[in-house]
């Protein structure tokens, strides 16, 4: 089972930008389908945006023309890129890796958009 560490959340005014990353472990990573999801509290988790192991990528309609997913095989890394934050992103956002039936999850990284 890959180790997902994700990091690079934080705190951000609302229309202000952050990138995350997940950083695998490992030596398959570019065959494993990556994503992001989000819990905000009290809420149920949610996909965000998913990119494939042959790089094709799908986002929320939340967030679609904010957030950019993309990979760094070489790096076995994984980053969300998002612009135009707002106070509803806010949550704890993790890393999730598929690879078959296998499910790996990171431990989350808070991001709260607040003024």
């Known amino acids: 089972q890959v180790q997902l560490v994700e990091s690079g959340g934080g705190l951000v005014q609302p229309g202000g930008s952050l990138r995350l990353s997940c950083a695998a472990s490992g030596s398959i990573f570019s065959r494993y389908h990556m994503a992001w999801y989000r819990q905000a509290s009290g809420k149920q988790r949610e996909l965000v945006a998913a990119?494939?192991?042959?790089?094709?990528?799908n986002y929320a309609d939340s967030v679609k023309g904010r957030f950019t997913i993309s990979r760094d095989n070489a790096k076995n890394t994984m980053y969300l890129q998002m612009n135009t934050l707002k106070p509803e992103d806010t949550a704890v956002y993790y890393c999730?890796?598929?690879?078959?039936?296998?499910?790996?999850w990171g431990q989350g990284t808070q991001v709260t958009v607040s003024s």
């Open positions: 999730n890796a598929l690879l078959g039936v296998t499910f790996s």
């Open positions: 990119i494939t192991s042959g790089g094709s990528t």
